[in-house]
């Protein structure tokens, strides 16, 4: 039995949880630090305490996995408000070469984030001065990098004076500063991977665009990986909290020796070619990365492949795509004329009926599940053949969910292993992604911030005075989703424990689910 050591980004459920809900699908074992150790949100996890963990961790592990945000600055949220100085952070990384010299054959899968740049103004898990200047500090390096990739017209010229006269020096300064830091840690971070240190590095990309800051250092990361001869061990790609099942995945194929074939199959045929928000490049583009960088590869056609991918796919990106949020009759026209979601479904049911295992990833919308397109699978029968599912937050969180959890189910049902304990947990996962990403961001959400936290006295974020109410109102409404949507046809009873909010806040939510045996 392999044992994987893992390092998470934080403490939410996406990154604490879902790989260890992976992992116990498996017949490897999945170690992380307990959870206090982790910090919480703007409180950096304690670092020092994180690397004395590390040694007897590993000892006789077969792999590691770790985020270096975490290690180094206790989280993401910290990595975006530390004033840790470039020597000290590298003193941090050093505990990585240590641990590969105690245990040459360690395999260290690494990742670490390029530091996002959100288009709006908000110090919710940014500096306290982004409430003031986020959309002009966005705006800012957006043009500057736009100016130096192409050039500015008239009005452009004008904007970029507008919002440089409109930050104050002191917090321009102290923005700079820290991504030069953080540029630094990714830079060392790949000199590890030339040195044989780190053996596969992911860099995501968090909210990227196609110009500014980010996209700027993608370059710059993308040019040192060639010149350190390291590009065939680093993936540079959209993503962020989906990344610990990525490497799970990738580390689980290694260890079997199994490279999954997919084939991709888009709701609409603009699907591969639109970028989607919150990303820089193509819809296709990003899947072939995250199939990849989890260990899989594309097919050209369905015929011998391990599992079928499934995508409803926006018909536009950008500014033009759908929040899940955004009323059917607000959406753009060419989600009206540009996709087949009836076609779409018909062409799932074949491939169940063809003995294909299908996986389902929701991205014709953002933050929360396709709502319509949902209904229509459910009316379809279709609910309980579908292996895996995901429509969570970005495309690229998405992606990297429901193909980790399409490559091990893949990797069972090709040998013929139909072990009860392991099909109960896969499935109770999948029932999980259904409740999590249609029943809670699709439905829920919405449904609580606007007509039950008002007759609590509470809102999106000022909740904790009634917490155990918004708890159980929570709860109820999940379980209604459950049985309007979920149940019927199910091969046991869903239940669901232990609801929270990780971060007190209505945008993520906790839980767990339970298949039970009927």
């Known amino acids: 039995m392999q044992t994987i050591v893992y390092v998470p980004l934080d403490e939410r459920p996406c990154n604490y949880r879902y790989p260890q809900i992976l992992a116990s699908m498996t017949d490897m074992t999945l170690k992380a630090p307990e959870i206090g150790m982790l910090g919480r949100k703007k409180t950096a996890a304690n670092t020092d305490a994180i ?50 010299r105690d245990n040459p054959q360690l395999r260290i899968y690494g990742f670490n984030l390029i530091t996002r740049v959100p288009a709006y103004s908000s110090s919710e898990e940014e500096p306290d001065y982004y409430a003031d200047y986020g959309n002009e500090i966005f705006t800012y390096g957006w043009l500057k990098d736009k100016a130096e990739q192409e050039s500015l017209d008239e009005e452009e010229t004008a904007r970029l004076e507008s919002v440089t006269a409109a930050i104050p020096e002191a917090v321009l300064e102290d923005f700079l500063t820290r991504r030069k830091t953080n540029s630094f840690v990714n830079a060392e971070t790949m000199k590890l991977v030339r040195d044989g240190i780190i053996d596969y590095l992911i860099v995501p990309l968090d909210d990227n665009s196609q110009y500014g800051f980010s996209p700027l250092e993608q370059r710059k990361l993308t040019l040192l990986a060639e010149e350190l001869d390291i590009s065939d061990r680093v993936m540079i790609y959209p993503g962020a909290d989906e990344i610990g099942c990525t490497l799970f995945a990738r580390a689980f194929c290694e260890a079997k020796g199994y490279i999954p074939k997919a084939f991709v199959r888009y709701s609409s045929v603009h699907g591969p070619f639109v970028a989607p928000k919150y990303e820089d490049r193509s819809l296709g583009e990003s899947i072939k990365y ?72 929701d991205v014709a919308v953002s933050n929360g599940s396709d709502l319509p397109f949902m209904k229509l699978v459910a009316r379809s029968g279709l609910l309980h053949d579908i292996a895996a599912y995901a429509a969570w937050n970005t495309s690229g969180n998405t992606f990297g969910t429901v193909i980790s959890h399409a490559i091990i189910e893949s990797y069972y049902r090709g040998r013929g292993d139909q072990s009860a304990e392991r099909l109960n947990r896969s499935r109770a996962y999948y029932y999980f992604r259904l409740i999590e990403d249609w029943g809670y961001q699709a439905l829920v959400r919405k449904d609580v911030i606007h007509n039950e936290l008002p007759k609590l006295g509470a809102s999106y974020y000022e909740l904790t005075h009634v917490q155990a109410e918004v708890y159980a109102v929570i709860q109820r409404k999940l379980e209604e989703f459950v049985e309007q949507y979920v149940q019927e046809g199910c091969p046991g009873r869903i239940r669901i424990d232990d609801v929270h909010l990780p971060w007190s806040r209505m945008f993520e939510v906790g839980f767990e689910t339970v298949l039970e045996q009927v």
């Open 51 to 100: 690397r004395d963990w590390l040694p007897g961790a590993v000892s006789g592990a077969d792999a590691l996995i770790v985020s270096i945000d975490m290690l180094v600055h206790g989280g993401i949220v910290p990595s975006r408000l530390h004033h840790t100085d470039e020597a000290v952070c590298k003193e941090r990384l050093a505990v990585l070469a240590e641990l590969k």
């Open 290 to 361: 995250h199939l990849t960088a989890a260990g899989a590869v594309s097919h050209d056609n369905s015929a011998g492949t391990d599992f079928v991918l499934m995508t409803n796919s926006p018909p536009v990106g950008q500014k033009d795509m759908a929040e899940c949020s955004t009323p059917y009759s607000g959406r753009n026209r060419a989600y009206f004329s540009e996709t087949n979601p009836k076609e779409f479904v018909q062409a799932i049911r074949h491939y169940i009926r063809e003995g294909h295992m299908v996986a389902l990833a």
